[in-house]
């Protein structure tokens, strides 16, 4: 009896000819998700409201700075139309909350959720930057859920990231999982990030 192939998985894991934006990348967690995506193969849109640290982590992973505010749901549409009328086509969105981003959380991730079913489909990722554990219940997975069964039919994923504890590591790894075809099936859920022994990366 012929046995059934095996996948390749490391090759579902790389990430080449993919384009991501991820909202926040400051010097934290947002320059951890943009290291690991980039070192799967992605190109990179590093987007701060603070340019010197857009263009540190861009510089970084040989990405491109963008240097604007994101905060309302409108801020982001005019910032990813802006990218549409330049060319760019995006394969997912990483919104990292913090402050009065986590305030707009539902509006921005439709405003990012409707930009990728507009091309044909793509990933959209809520990071709830901070470990707030309680991101993970209530409003926070309804807003998750909710997008995720809306835009399903678009090949639209939407999940939710809560780091459990300070691990800009094992949440950055999480990120670029839910980003490439083994996490294809994975969508309308929040994930737990725990902490994780950065030396055994070395």
């Known amino acids: 009896m012929a046995l059934p ?13 993919r384009t991501f934006l991820v909202l926040g990348t400051g ?3 947002g320059r951890h ?15 701060d409201s603070e ?3 857009a263009e ?27 990218m ?12 990292l909350l913090d402050g009065a981003r986590a305030a707009a959380c539902a509006e921005r991730a439709r405003a990012a959720s409707q930009h990728c079913a507009q091309q044909g489909g793509g990933t959209v990722l809520l990071v709830a930057r ?7 219940e209530g409003s926070f997975a309804a807003v998750v859920a909710e997008l995720a069964q809306e835009y399903a039919d678009d090949g639209v994923r939407v999940n939710g990231l809560v780091p459990a504890a300070p691990s800009e590591t094992g949440a950055a790894g999480l990120v670029a999982f839910l980003s490439g075809e083994l996490g294809r099936s994975v969508s309308g859920q929040v994930l737990l990030a725990g902490a994780t022994d950065t030396e055994a990366f070395a």
């Not at 549409?84 to 969105?93: H, I, K, S």
């Not at 901070?130 to 993970?136: K, M, P, Q, V």
């Open 27 to 29: 010097l934290g967690l």
């Open 84 to 95: 549409t009328r330049n060319g760019t086509t995006l394969d997912g969105v990483i919104d």
């Open 33 to 47: 998700i943009a290291h690991a995506l980039r070192q799967f193969g992605a190109a990179i849109f590093c987007c």
């Open 5 to 17: 192939l095996v996948p390749n998985f490391p090759a579902a894991m790389r990430l080449e000819g």
């Open 51 to 53: 340019a010197a640290a």
């Open 130 to 136: 901070g470990g707030n554990l309680a991101a993970a």
């Open 56 to 82: 540190q982590v861009a510089f970084e992973v040989s990405g491109t700075p963008l240097h604007a505010q994101a905060t309302s749901a409108l801020q982001l549409q005019e910032l990813l139309g802006a």
